[in-house]
């Protein structure tokens, strides 16, 4: 079973920054593509960035240029570095771990931008 726990979440000022990572345990990480989903209120679901084993990144054009993903497999944890933040970012995130065609979800960590 794979087991996917994010952090870093938390109440920034626009402009700010924050890291989230998420952790995965179980399964093979680093033949994992990992992503980060966003969700907020009244809005769909959002995919915001992804990287694949082979390190290749994808980006929401909301947060190109903003936000970076990165992994390390050693640890087996996928990290998003979010910046210039704005309150339209604020959503739950969550990571995915995408393998043999299977998906495996974490719980989310809140990120809330506000003056």
């Known amino acids: 079973q794979v087991q996917l726990v994010e952090s870093g979440g938390g109440l920034v000022q626009p402009e700010g920054s924050l890291r989230l990572s998420c952790v995965v345990s179980g399964g093979i990480f680093a033949l994992a593509t990992m992503a980060w989903h966003r969700q907020a209120p009244g809005k769909e679901g959002e995919l915001v960035a992804s990287?694949?084993?082979?390190?290749?990144?994808n980006y929401a054009d909301s947060v190109k240029d903003r936000f970076t993903i990165s992994r390390d497999n050693a640890k087996n944890t996928v990290y998003l570095q979010m910046n210039s933040l704005k309150p339209d970012d604020t959503a739950l995130y969550y990571c995915?771990?995408?393998?043999?065609?299977?998906?495996?979800w974490g719980q989310g960590t809140q990120v809330t931008v506000s003056s």
């Open positions: 990287i694949t084993d082979t390190g290749l990144k």
């Open positions: 995915r771990y995408s393998a043999s065609s299977r998906r495996y």
